[in-house]
């Protein structure tokens, strides 16, 4: 009888569950959104009940579609939006406060506070994070100190953090089981990546109890078991890693110096940086890829947090486009961008300038100016941020890398790819598979229980959909040329 990898994806606007067969083939999909709560401008919070119940529907919902016995699957994989915070008690499994999700600006001034005690290379040095409220620690400090009741009952030990991997893990095992990986544990600020562990001197820092702290297992290890009353048999989780390391797993990157981008509603690129902790001086974050056999992979990541927002921006605001994907035709209708230059900086901009204030701007307009000009600006731009922080990456980590795999939605664009090739002057390769974040906790859960034989074997499930070879590089100087000239002139 044929097994199935049960891969749940927790992300940040909706709960996935995919079943992957052993081709790695995804055979199917269910999908459940859950509510964006904005209490206050740059407050963003989700309900951590509806997670779970989403998502258990996502997990009822594939198993009765593909009519399989539960006694078929073979393990579990969790892959989840990273740093999103949850506090809940142990005893009655109540979260304390809503989850605070990962884009939650709430703890900006705790942040600039700790800037302005030079924390930034103690802090950096540890984590590989820099200080930014993106990240789970001052969530969580913002809960306890923010609620004293909160705090007395933490301090007695009967509270727990988790990342939503965790929360997930600890529902689907009926409370036995609080545990992350060090992929999700390496975005919290209080865990130390080079010695991979919590850190007591950062733990102190941000005063949270140790006592809430889920242990750290391995990315890929049989480390739990889903209570058999969930769907009705006793399946082992084995597979967990934050959303874009297990990106960068299921696109195989898994040598130093392999590379992949995900095209989304912003982007991110993650480095594999094999097993040495890269510290960035050039504004990257460095964090833990996985842990496999006790041994831990580093990557180097940098963030993009407008790419495919730019597109909907495009669609929703300026209206010159009814869907995403029209996009490519609108731009096509001309054949260069005219002089023009998009800087999409709609909400600040992060990884290399860290620049939270920078707005957007259109440069080069003329009486020529058409919508085809600002499409194909845009679609460029996105291309120019990711040559960005590719560049600094290289030199962090001096690596010259050979190609880049790309995944995410906005990577079904094939002139994006094509200007993404002859900006970065290399091979864009897409996959058959854009379910890259899902099918590489499968990979990871799968190794671990034996249903993919090893590391070597899976190479043979990753099927590449097309590459894109660099074709116009005079072009691509101009293009990056001007870009440089003008977000200095808007940056200065
Ligand atoms: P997320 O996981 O962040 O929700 P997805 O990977 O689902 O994002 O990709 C959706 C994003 O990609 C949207 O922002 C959308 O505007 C953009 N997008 C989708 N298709 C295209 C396309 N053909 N060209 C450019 N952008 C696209």
Redesign the pocket.
């Known amino acids: 009888m044929d097994k199935f990898i049960l891969a749940i994806d927790a ?3 909706s709960s996935r569950a995919i079943l992957f067969d052993k081709n790695a083939r995804p055979i199917e999909i269910a999908q459940y959104e859950f509510n964006q709560i904005f209490p206050k401008e740059g407050w963003v919070e989700h309900d951590p009940i509806e997670i779970w119940n989403t998502q258990l529907k996502a997990i009822n919902d594939v198993i009765k579609s593909a009519n399989i016995d539960v006694q078929n699957i073979d393990s579990v994989g969790i892959t989840n939006q990273r740093e999103t915070t949850v506090i809940w008690n142990k005893k009655t499994g109540q979260p304390v406060y809503n989850a605070i999700v990962w884009q939650d600006r709430r703890t900006a001034n705790f942040c600039d506070d700790l800037k302005n005690n030079n924390k930034t290379e103690f802090i950096q040095n540890k984590t590989g994070l820099v200080i930014d409220a993106y990240f789970s620690g001052t969530k969580i400090k913002w809960i306890l100190d923010n609620h004293p009741k909160i705090r007395l009952q933490a301090d007695d030990g009967e509270l727990l953090f988790g990342t939503i991997d965790t929360w997930l893990i600890w529902n689907l095992t009926n409370g036995v089981s609080h545990i992350t990986d060090p992929s999700n544990a390496s975005r919290t600020l209080l865990y130390n990546i080079q010695e991979d562990r919590w850190d007591d001197e950062l733990i102190s820092l941000f005063n949270v109890p140790k006592n809430i702290l889920p242990k750290v297992v391995d990315s890929s290890s049989i480390s739990a078991y889903v209570d058999s009353k969930i769907f009705g048999f006793k399946a082992p989780i084995s597979g967990i890693a934050g959303d874009q390391q297990a990106a960068l797993f299921g696109q195989l990157c898994l040598n130093r110096g392999d590379i992949k981008n ?5 982007c991110f690129c993650v480095m594999n940086t094999g097993n040495k902790f890269v510290k960035s001086n050039n504004k990257m974050l460095s964090t833990i890829a996985w842990r496999i056999n006790g041994e831990l992979t580093y990557a180097l990541e940098g963030s993009i947090f407008v ?3 730019l ?2 921006w495009l ?1 929703d605001k300026l209206g010159i486009i009814k869907n ?2 029209e ?2 035709s609108l731009a096509k209708t001309v054949d260069n961008n005219g002089g023009v230059t998009f800087i999409p900086a709609l909400s600040g901009l992060a990884a290399p300038y860290w620049d939270p204030y920078a707005q957007g701007a259109i440069f080069g307009i003329t009486r020529g100016t058409q919508n085809g000009h600002i499409a194909r600006a845009a ?1 460029e731009s996105i291309a120019l941020r990711t040559r960005d922080i590719i560049i600094e990456m290289e030199k962090d980590a001096n690596i010259k890398f050979s190609s880049l795999k790309v995944d ?3 990577s ?2 094939n002139l ?1 790819m094509q200007i993404q090739s002859d900006i970065l002057d290399t091979n864009v390769i897409r996959p058959k598979t854009t379910e890259t974040t899902a099918l590489g906790v499968a990979f990871l859960a799968g190794l671990a229980t034996g249903f993919f034989n090893d590391i070597p074997s899976l190479k043979k499930l990753w099927v590449k959909d097309r590459s894109f070879k660099p074709i116009l590089k005079n072009n691509s100087n101009q293009i990056v040329g001007l870009w440089s000239q003008r977000i200095n002139k808007l940056l200065s």
């Not at 995900?262 to 912003?266: A, D, F, M, V």
């Open positions: 992300g940040t606007t995900t095209y989304g509603t912003g790419a495919g927002a597109i909907q669609r995403a994907s996009v490519e679609l995410g939605g906005a079904n664009n994006l």
